[in-house]
């Protein structure tokens, strides 16, 4: 089992940042992938950013040029700065992680990012 702590989010006004991170515990192997999946309210949850525990990352093009993820293998944490945000960001930010051997998924509890003047 893995389990996923959450942190950051909140309130941020157009064109404002914000930031949130994730730390994994648990059985999470040496090998993995750690991300960002969102949902809007009354919208399917969609992917906003993974990265790989080597570093290897994909950003959903609604988000490139805005939003970086970056993780921390010794902390098993994994962060997503969110720059130039707009409303459409608004939703749950939920952690993601994924295994490497048998690709096991496992959710965070989700956090609020909430764009708005």
């Known amino acids: 089992q893995v389990q996923l702590v959450e942190s950051g989010g909140g309130l941020v006004q157009p064109g404002g940042s914000l930031s949130v991170s994730c730390t994994a515990s648990?059985?999470?192997?040496?090998?993995?992938?750690m991300g960002w999946y969102r949902q809007a309210p009354g919208r399917q949850r969609e992917l906003v950013a993974t990265?790989?525990?080597?570093?290897?990352?994909n950003h959903a093009d609604s988000v490139k040029g805005r939003f970086t993820i970056s993780r921390d293998n010794v902390k098993n944490t994994v962060y997503l700065q969110m720059n130039s945000l707009k409303p459409e960001d608004t939703g749950i930010y939920y952690c993601?992680?994924?295994?490497?051997?048998?690709?096991?998924?496992?959710w965070g509890q989700g956090t609020q990012v909430t764009v708005s003047s």
């Open positions: 990265v790989t525990s080597g570093a290897i990352t």
């Open positions: 648990g059985n999470i192997g040496r090998l993995n992938t």
């Open positions: 993601y992680f994924r295994t490497y051997w048998g690709g096991q998924e496992y």
